[in-house]
């Protein structure tokens, strides 16, 4: 019997027969075509032989079969509901899985809070004219010592507990983790053959530190150097003072006090007021009863760096300054010890 030939009755009885017995999605399609399909489905050709009909048994014929057509319609978007519910039914009583529970929420990255202060601090410098450069971390003892004053028997040599790398050259060890971003000076200066120079350095450098409150043996300094004619001491201090104040804002105080870094005459250090104790706690294990943490060393470049670097030194002067990122992180966040940072503690990371 051709479809043309069944009777509508009969077709649709055949019809939902074979429905039930399509229990996925590919055997409903296939469903769907061989019945509903627009080319030669089976109730299309029934549809078509409406036209072969006696006149007066057309118009039922017609009837019926629009009948039939919209019946399996009906049935199949009840069977694909019926079978998507019985496919989360199974799914939710598995282990694996349970479609009941809510979505687990993305965890979303950002910056590590020295990152964040590091470019805040790049943001402040450049703001004032400073252009960015960069050097390495593994460094060469000629530049991290020697180009800044510190000859191997120099006593300041022992300010930084250096970490070397073990490569000899002619039996002596030559590398090591650059143990401030000073080196950077000479090495921005020998590339620059004519001042002006106002540059910043930023990175990290390495010390074999006992690590307490605020000292690690990873940090990150931003070297700062401006050498040009007329360069002094009071364009230092300008620029220092206006990055606290676009760091700090204008409440915090801020201290200069002498001091001594071989390739820095005179030489000084930057210190902001304990946000701990305020000054007032002899035992405050942050400023040690101080009342100033210290953030930065600083000075006017000593002429010999100027000649080294092929520049007249009494034609131009020059200031420089090495400012640790981590302690700035400290005191604008009020954290009370540096370990902090790089413990990896999600607890204390995600607080920024
Ligand atoms: C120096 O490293 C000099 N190169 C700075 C300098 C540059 C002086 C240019 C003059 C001219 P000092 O060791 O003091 O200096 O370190 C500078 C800053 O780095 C400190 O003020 C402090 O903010 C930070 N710093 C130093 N040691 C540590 C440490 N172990 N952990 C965290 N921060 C540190």
Request: charged residues 25%; glycine residues 8%.
């Amino acid at each position: 019997m051709t479809a043309s030939a069944a009777s509508p009755d009969a077709l649709r009885e055949e019809a939902l027969a074979a429905l039930s017995e399509a229990t996925d999605e590919p055997a409903l399609e296939r469903w769907r075509a061989g019945w509903l399909g627009r080319q030669d489905g089976r109730v299309t050709l029934l549809l078509r032989a409406v036209r072969e009909q006696p006149p007066e048994q057309r118009a039922a014929f017609g009837q019926a079969a629009n009948a039939v057509k919209q019946t399996l319609e009906a049935a199949l978007a009840e069977r694909q509901e019926s079978l998507k519910q019985a496919a989360l039914k199974a799914l939710s009583t598995t282990a694996a899985l349970d479609v009941t529970l809510p979505g687990r929420p993305q965890a979303i990255g950002r910056l590590h809070p020295v990152t964040q202060t590091l470019r805040d601090c790049i943001k402040a410098f450049q703001e004032m004219g400073f252009r960015v450069a960069e050097g390495p971390e593994v460094e060469w003892s000629a530049y991290n010592f020697d180009a800044m004053r510190s000859p191997e028997d120099h006593p300041a040599r022992d300010m930084w507990d250096t970490i070397w790398v073990d490569t000899l050259l002619n039996g002596e060890r030559k590398m090591l983790l650059r143990t401030h971003t000073s080196p950077n000076q000479a090495r921005v200066m020998e590339r620059t053959p004519e001042p002006p120079v106002r540059v910043i350095v930023p990175g990290k450098c390495y010390r074999q530190e006992a690590t307490d409150a605020t000292h690690e043996w990873m940090l990150t300094q931003i070297e700062g150097l401006a050498v040009d004619e007329g360069v002094r001491m009071s364009d230092l201090k300008g620029v220092l003072y206006e990055f606290a104040r676009k760091m700090f804002g204008q409440d915090r105080k801020v201290i200069f006090h002498h001091s001594y870094f071989p390739f820095v005459e005179p030489g000084v250090e930057m210190a902001m007021d304990c946000f701990i104790c305020r000054g007032s706690g002899a035992e405050c294990r942050t400023c040690h009863g101080t009342g100033w943490i210290e953030i930065l060393g600083a000075g006017m470049v000593h002429p010999e760096i100027i000649e080294n670097a092929g520049y007249d030194s009494s034609k131009v002067t020059g200031f420089a300054f090495g400012l640790g990122v981590e302690r700035v992180a400290l005191l604008r966040w009020g954290i009370e010890d540096i370990r902090h940072f790089y413990a990896n503690d999600l607890r204390f990371l995600g607080q920024f």
